[in-house]
């Protein structure tokens, strides 16, 4: 079963603007991360975002996490051609044998108009 | 180094087949994993293996799944009589994290994925 649900299911954006995506989830977690991935590749990871902290940044990409609203959202600023993906949240919460297991959103799909 | 390969890239299968996909981890990983994607779905998870120990297969659909990893490193997930339902992509993940040994994860580093179709 799917953790997350992300938000908007599709975005299209000029490049050059900024693009926000959000995720909410529903169960206590260790941390949260974000993927990025391109049509018929793998995921790729993006960014990790513990459950004590509430902001993150990585180059172009800021996140924020809300553990009171089970909320995350994703920023990509000065969005790029090549930043055209589907974008997945995944919560990390450790399984009943020890071993922590991402559980993915259904994803965002990031579309970068030139 | 290399990172996490797959193969096949593609596979069709005619339903009641029975199919091998393979995982290479990048090099001294401990942990690897599989997920299941459904078209247009995040990834589902379907089993952990920490070295040559699976100690989670919770994620595992139905009896007709298998893995294993029987040396460590290479893993293979093998489907049994194949059904249309099994038709997704099939991603293997790696990380050098030891679950249970500490409250922080590593990185899992993904595979291109095994897109399996089903006739």
């Known amino acids: 079963s799917q953790q997350g649900e992300e938000d908007p299911q599709a975005l299209s954006i000029q490049e050059g603007e900024n693009a926000t995506m959000n995720c909410s989830y529903k169960?206590?977690?260790?941390?949260l991360q974000w993927y990025r991935q391109n049509s018929g590749r793998g995921l790729v990871h993006l960014i990790l975002i513990r459950s004590n902290e509430r902001e993150k940044h990585s180059g172009r990409l800021r996140v924020t996490l809300d553990t009171s609203k089970k909320s995350s959202s994703l920023l990509i600023t000065a969005s790029r051609a090549a930043d055209t993906a589907s974008y997945f949240c995944?919560?990390?919460?450790?399984?009943?044998?020890?071993?922590?297991?991402?559980?993915f959103g259904t994803g965002t799909r990031l579309t970068i108009i030139p | 180094g290399a990172g996490v390969s797959q193969s096949p890239r593609y596979k069709v299968a005619k339903r009641g087949q029975d199919v091998a996909l393979r995982c290479d981890p990048i090099s001294g990983h401990v942990s690897l994993f599989w997920y299941q994607q459904a078209l247009g779905q995040g990834p589902e998870f379907l089993t952990y293996f920490q070295n040559e120990a699976q100690l989670d297969k919770s994620g595992l659909p139905s009896d007709r799944f298998f893995a294993e990893r029987p040396e460590g490193s290479v893993s293979t997930l093998k489907i049994q009589r194949t059904q249309q339902e099994d038709s997704a992509v099939y991603l293997c993940a790696s990380s050098s994290h030891i679950g249970g040994t500490s409250f922080s994860t590593d990185t899992q580093y993904f595979g291109p994925g095994t897109r399996l179709t089903v006739l």
């Open positions: 169960t206590s977690i260790n941390n």
């Open positions: 995944a919560t990390d919460a450790k399984s009943n044998f020890g071993n922590e297991k991402l559980t």
